[in-house]
């Protein structure tokens, strides 16, 4: 049993890498459609679930706070197309080097999003920085 | 010119009607997929943009204020999609209409997001309700 | 009846007019507070509620969506001050006259927070552009 | 120097000992106020800034995605009242013992405001649950 279980780690891994560079390209292709008139801060996301994959962009609004994360976009077409859980999220930002000090994680928001679809495993894949789980970037998340 | 133009309204009209009941069944069909452990409340929405269709449900999250609603999410996927203006956008409720008074039109956050991306003359198709421009719902739309 | 029903109106139709210019003024003082590194865009509010006095203004996060309108700020003190109906509200920017092409009133968000705690003919006193009532912002608001 | 920078440290440590369950009770007495038709759940918070205290309670909208939490509505009193910097908060929650497996920590959304006012050493004091620096909660924050 235990070898079943080490060998279904095994090929979810591989299933995870397999998917890592494609969601990765996926999450940069999202973020050429970015709306982001008032940052000029183009970011792209892009889900596993499903073994299905959902992308999405930063949204901007003239009133600031109904913008939207390019990540939270993704999962929540995700949800809307039926999944429950994601597996996997990656995060690419276009042309930001030279504008920040750091490639930038998920916002808070889009982290506590993210808690509410996946465990604290959640592979969070941001370009130019690597994997984190999910709960390396919010710890003991609120819960109802 | 003149006739050409109304020609091309006329065109455009008839497209939106036989439009019309697509948007709405694909509202309905949208609403299955909400997540919505607090409100019980199921709502789906789907978008007209570039002729191609976009939907959405609303999602909930434990932080309350961490939810979007069903017509968010399907402008959102537009966008995402590259689109830049929304043509149309029909919302419905599912199994609500023994809970409140009169069918729920959207939200004042969702008639911003809508705004940023349509004139005045959007049409919002409500099922149960009717059919009625944006700018009867959100007149004089902050703007920057 | 009649008359002792008008005269309540009168009187509290003195009490708004009385309160009318110190609430613009106290909106006005309000924008100086505003965080805004990313719009510059400083907005202040003042609500009136139960003869109190609440202000507010923008207050601006890295992560847009994060973003509050000071609108917002001034409702949400005069409710966690126990207040449940706001009876005015005014709204001022500073120093905005020349970017933007009108005097820019309040987004669907905050008009959606106004009618959780006002009826329709809740005045909103909007500096440089003049009252309008609630109703005339957002007819037909979403409730549950 | 050294002994100086010691002594400011303990100075500031008595003050905070002081405050915290001054913030503590201030979170209390504003949970009282919370308006939460949907989740009945009342929760307060009080934040310590500029020597000041500034309180505020969860805020619920019939569109759950306006909701604000208790934890943003104290912090953005303190920056309206031209705080720019938070020195500790304290959250409490009434009768919730029952409901919930453990006493919630702020939400992704609060720690994520919370980051702009603060560095990782801000306290934050959960009523029975104990106190946690701002890092332990949202290690890694986003910033532009």
């Known amino acids: 049993v235990v070898e079943d279980e080490i060998e279904g780690k095994i090929a979810d891994q591989t299933v995870l ?3 890592r560079e494609r969601l990765l390209e996926a999450a ?6 970015a709306y982001c ?5 183009r970011v792209g996301a892009a889900v596993l679930a499903g073994r299905r994959l959902f992308i999405g962009c930063n949204i901007e609004n003239d009133s600031y706070g109904l913008t939207i994360c ?11 197309s039926g999944c429950r859980r ?4 990656a995060v690419a930002c276009l042309g930001v080097a030279d504008r920040v000090a750091s490639m930038p994680l998920p ?18 894949i941001v370009d130019g920085f690597g994997e984190i789980p999910l709960a390396a970037l919010l710890p003991k998340p609120f819960r109802l």
Chains 1, 2, 3, 4 share one sequence.
Not at 37 to 41: C, I, M
Not at 70 to 80: N, T
Not at 86 to 89: Q, R
Not at 107 to 124: E, H, I, T
């Open 17 to 19: 890498t397999e998917y």
């Open 28 to 33: 940069r292709e999202a973020a050429t459609a």
């Open 37 to 41: 008139p008032h940052s000029k801060f």
């Open 70 to 80: 390019a990540e939270r976009v993704a999962i929540f077409s995700a949800i809307s």
């Open 86 to 89: 994601i597996e996997a999220i």
């Open 107 to 124: 916002c808070g928001a889009c982290r506590q999003v993210m808690a509410q679809f996946a465990n604290g495993d959640l592979p969070v």
